[in-house]
T-cell receptor, first 112, second 112 residues
């Protein structure tokens, strides 16, 4: 199994630009999670989906952030417009509901 | 509200020495408890979990953790640390696998 796949692994962009992070969950998993990790705030859950439906987006920082899951094998996290304070490592994780979360390698985002 | 505290931000141990990483939680019921490890530039890998039953849980890489309800703790232990154990360790608690909260992490340095 390839595990959770995230792309890109690194992203450097300028303030104001749109950023799209991508995630492919483990095949057969029906829950998907987006996390953000920073030195100041640690690891925070942003949003999670169950069967492609957003269940809890209370962790999404503000309207500049949006996430979609058009099908069971793909999800995106979009930031528009991006700001320097969005710089962080963004992790995607997936699980078969009621079981363990498996994390992807993360996308390291730097907004200049 | 549930919360997780890892009191030690950074711990240094000598190779071959024993290790204990502390984790305390605040929760209204018996939580699900997890320990994850993150190597530099990598995603999170599950070391072990506690859902119910035996309070001493064995994990991968020779790690174990003990759930102590009276102390609201779930400390991670290893009898003999290897240089490859140097990483960041995260304790997490949750109602279930979809609603986890992570501690701030403990960075482990291993001296030769």
């Amino acid at each position: 199994d390839a595990g959770v796949i995230q792309s890109p692994r690194h992203e450097v962009t300028e303030m104001g630009q749109e950023v799209t992070l991508r995630c492919k969950p483990i095949s057969g998993h029906n829950s998907l999670f987006w996390y953000r990790q920073t030195m100041m705030r640690g690891l925070e859950l942003l949003i999670y989906f169950n069967n492609n439906v957003p269940i809890d987006d209370s962790g999404m920082p503000e309207d500049r952030f949006s996430a979609k899951m058009p099908n069971a094998s793909f999800s995106t996290l979009k930031i528009q417009p991006s700001e320097p304070r969005d710089s962080a490592v963004y992790f995607c994780a997936s699980s078969l509901s009621g079981t363990l979360q498996y994390f992807g390698p993360g996308t390291r985002l730097l907004v200049l | 509200a549930q919360s997780v505290t890892q009191p030690d931000i950074h711990i240094t141990v000598s190779e071959g020495a024993s290790l204990e990483l502390r984790c305390n939680y605040s929760y209204g019921a018996t939580p699900y408890l997890f320990w994850y490890v993150q190597s530099p530039g990598q995603g999170l890998q599950l070391l072990l979990k506690y859902f119910s039953g035996d309070t001493l849980v064995q994990g991968i890489k020779g790690f174990e953790a003990e759930f102590k309800r009276s102390q609201s703790s779930f400390n991670l232990r290893k009898p003999s640390v290897h240089w490859s154990d140097a990483a960041e360790y995260f304790c997490a608690v949750g109602y279930n696998n979809n609603d986890m909260r992570f501690g701030a992490g403990t960075r482990l340095t291993v001296k030769p």
